[in-house]
């Protein structure tokens, strides 16, 4: 490890205190200020996943709207279809979207700066003119969650505060580790990193993967808290070009960059979102 197991614990035990405080709050204070503090903690944990192929390593995806919404739709499926409870729906929706990204690391990491980007972009377009004709998903229509299978409100908010920190963990680890390290080193000079053995491929592909699964985990949240779901909204662009709004107001490639900024950009800007 980059860091020293001592420093390692104490910030761990910050992001624990910080989840106990989060985990306290349903049923002590107000149902709106609990419900703007939830929408805050989903644009963070999105910020978040984002900020670790972004921020750290340095490849602007703007397709991360496809892992929302692929998250968000597995989790519906998988309740509605098969009937399965919401925790095996919420981990399905990560595991799926981890899945998608290791199929789409393949082409996508061939490209680098702002093909990269392009071909990110494409795939968000693609994904979701896909989900708008295909039957079996509900169509333009879209699906509807039954409400006596998702979990109560209390239970929601924790479970949404638990998967933000949860995100800022999985970064603030990334940037403690050798990993985070070869991560950053592709993203300053590729060619330098390839030359002292790092396989500059091989390290996006693994952000690339463990940012999907963490945004897939997210995109299920934000499934159960909509309870009814259709393409436009889940596949979105918008999902991922406000998480690198917030990522980059906050700061790039850091742990507290993607929480300052969600709660600029929502909090003190715009609510709507």
Request: proline fraction near 3%; glycine fraction near 14%.
């Amino acid at each position: 490890m980059i860091g020293s197991t001592k420093r390692i614990a104490s910030g761990l035990a910050v992001w624990l205190v910080i989840l106990g405080v989060l985990l306290y709050l349903p049923g002590h204070i107000g149902r709106g200020p609990q419900e703007i503090l939830l929408n805050l903690l989903i644009w963070v944990g999105l910020a978040q996943a984002w900020n670790i192929i972004g921020g750290i390593g340095g490849q602007l995806s703007l397709g991360h709207s496809v892992f929302v919404g692929a998250g968000g739709y597995t989790l519906a499926m998988m309740m509605i279809k098969a009937g399965l409870g919401w925790p095996l729906a919420v981990l399905g929706g990560g595991l799926l979207s981890a899945l998608l990204a290791w199929f789409l690391a393949l082409p996508l990491l061939r490209l680098s700066g702002v093909y990269f980007t392009i071909g990110t972009s494409a795939v968000a377009i693609i994904a979701l003119g896909w989900m708008v004709t295909w039957d079996w998903t509900g169509e333009a229509r879209g699906l509807n969650i039954p409400l006596d299978a998702l979990p109560s409100r209390n239970l929601k908010f924790q479970l949404i505060a638990f998967l933000a920190v949860l995100c800022c963990v999985v970064t603030y680890l990334i940037l403690r580790s050798s990993f985070g390290l070869r991560l950053m080193a592709v993203r300053d000079d590729e060619g330098a990193a390839s030359a002292l053995g790092v396989s500059p491929r091989g390290v996006k592909a693994k952000a690339f993967i463990i940012s999907a699964f963490l945004t897939g985990l997210m995109g299920s949240t934000i499934a159960i808290n909509q309870a009814s779901i259709e393409p436009y909204s889940m596949f979105s662009l918008k999902w991922t070009v406000t998480a690198l709004v917030m990522v980059i107001v906050g700061g790039m490639g850091t742990v507290w960059g993607p929480v300052i900024g969600a709660f600029i950009i929502y909090y003190l800007v715009d609510r709507s979102l």
